[in-house]
């Protein structure tokens, strides 16, 4: 099973900033991106940040200039910079695992739980 924990997430005025942090464990042998994504009300979940193995990245357009993902291969850690927020990333954001658990030849997105950022104006 793979288990994926997430922190970070709160209240914060716009123009501040908060970091998200997600620690993956359990029996993942094979990571081939980690990521952000959020939803918020109403509207669809969608993609925010993804850094793959090679540590290739993509961003949502919206979020360029003022997120920034970061990745611990070792640890199976990735981070989210978020600077600048503004009250359009007030969302549930979910982290994100495109890989491969051990004994399973597929390879499967695995989600955290979420964590809320709201933004105040």
């Known amino acids: 099973q793979v288990q994926l924990v997430e922190s970070g997430g709160g209240l914060v005025q716009a123009g501040g900033s908060l970091r998200l942090s997600c620690a993956a464990s359990?029996?993942?042998?094979?990571?081939?991106?980690m990521g952000w994504y959020r939803q918020a009300p109403g509207k669809q979940r969608e993609l925010v940040a993804t850094?793959?193995?090679?540590?290739?990245?993509k961003y949502a357009d919206s979020v360029k200039g003022r997120f920034t993902i970061s990745r611990d291969n070792a640890r199976k850690t990735v981070n989210l910079q978020m600077n600048s927020l503004e009250p359009e990333d007030t969302a549930v954001y979910y982290c994100?695992?495109?890989?491969?658990?051990?004994?399973?030849?597929?390879?499967?997105?695995?989600w955290g739980q979420g964590t809320q950022v709201t933004v105040s104006s």
């Open positions: 994100n695992i495109y890989g491969q658990a051990m004994g399973i030849i597929r390879f499967y997105n695995y």
């Open positions: 359990g029996s993942i042998v094979s990571i081939v991106t």
């Open positions: 850094m793959s193995s090679s540590d290739s990245t």
